[in-house]
């Protein structure tokens, strides 16, 4: 082989390496921070429609996360409600929060599916009323 071919392949060789490292680079990582436990769905009447929340609790009991979907309301008022109050929620691990004004009627849709949600994870519901 010549040396002008063996430099061509050489380059071809080193590019694809380079490109491959590259493309690693720009790999999507793996979420570390995961929400772990059961999931659980549940639903309420809202302002302008069905609100649905998606619940992921700890064998525990503890409320890990909460996954708001509340298409027909408002954007501004209640669409921006439901992650608050879902927010709420998850930071006093309670069912007694204060409803967004303005949005009395969104965020109660958002509390009382949380709650559907709970109850069909086994969660004791009166007592994260009374936080």
Same mark, same amino acid.
């Given at each position: 082989m010549s040396r002008n071919k063996c430099s061509k392949y050489f380059m071809l060789i080193s590019l694809s390496c380079l490109l491959g490292l590259f493309l690693m680079g720009c790999a999507k990582e793996k979420n570390t921070d995961s929400v772990e436990g059961t999931t659980y769905t549940g639903?309420?009447?809202?302002y302008a429609g069905e609100v649905t929340v998606k619940v992921t609790v700890a064998k525990d009991g503890t409320i890990n996360a909460i996954d708001v979907n509340a298409p027909d309301e408002t954007k501004e008022v209640g669409g921006a409600a439901a992650p608050k109050i879902a927010k709420s929620i998850i930071a006093d691990q @309670?069912? #007694? !929060?204060?409803?967004?004004?303005? %949005?009395?009627?969104? @965020?109660? #849709? !958002?509390?009382t599916a949380t709650e %559907?949600?709970?109850?069909?994870?086994? !969660?004791?519901?009166?007592a994260l009323k009374k936080k």
């Open positions: 639903t309420a009447q809202g @309670s069912l #007694a !929060v204060d409803a967004v004004a303005g %949005a009395t009627i969104t @965020s109660n #849709a !958002v509390i %559907a949600a709970l109850k069909e994870a086994g !969660v004791d519901t009166e």
